[in-house]
């Protein structure tokens, strides 16, 4: 199971970081991603982590301004979010896989977490 929290309203250029908490045994064996849906629009990829951290994907529109990180002795994936712009307002949502990052990337996805607002005004 897997929980999103962290998100919430920030100004254009403010920063939020989303956290989420999973549940089970063997999240170290999952790679990790964030996806979102932003109003009338479809979901897309953000970011992923591997098991390990040692390999890290975004899409291009947050590349340089979102970082994911995870934390497994805690069992959590983190998304902080920097240089938020308007178009970045979605709900988030985060997500489990066994196919890596580019698996992940390609909608590969385990299991899904409930999402959290993250609203940016402009």
């Known amino acids: 199971q897997l929980q999103a929290s962290g998100g919430g309203l920030v100004q254009a250029g403010g920063s939020l970081r989303l956290s989420c908490a999973a549940s089970?045994?063997?999240?170290?064996?999952?790679?990790m991603g964030w996806f979102r849906q932003a109003p009338g629009r479809e979901r897309e990829f953000v970011a992923a982590?591997?098991?390990?951290?040692?390999?890290?994907l975004f899409e291009n529109s947050v590349k340089g301004r979102f970082t994911i990180s995870r934390d497994n002795a805690k069992m959590t994936v983190y998304l902080q979010m920097n240089s938020l712009k308007y178009e970045d307002t979605a709900v988030y949502s985060c997500?489990?896989?066994?196919?890596?990052?580019?698996?992940?990337?390609?909608?590969?996805?385990?299991?899904w977490g409930a999402g959290t607002l993250v609203t940016v005004s402009s």
């Open positions: 997500a489990a896989g066994l196919s890596g990052p580019r698996g992940l990337a390609a909608g590969t996805v385990s299991f």
């Open positions: 089970g045994r063997a999240f170290g064996a999952y790679a």
């Open positions: 982590i591997s098991w390990n951290g040692g390999i890290t």
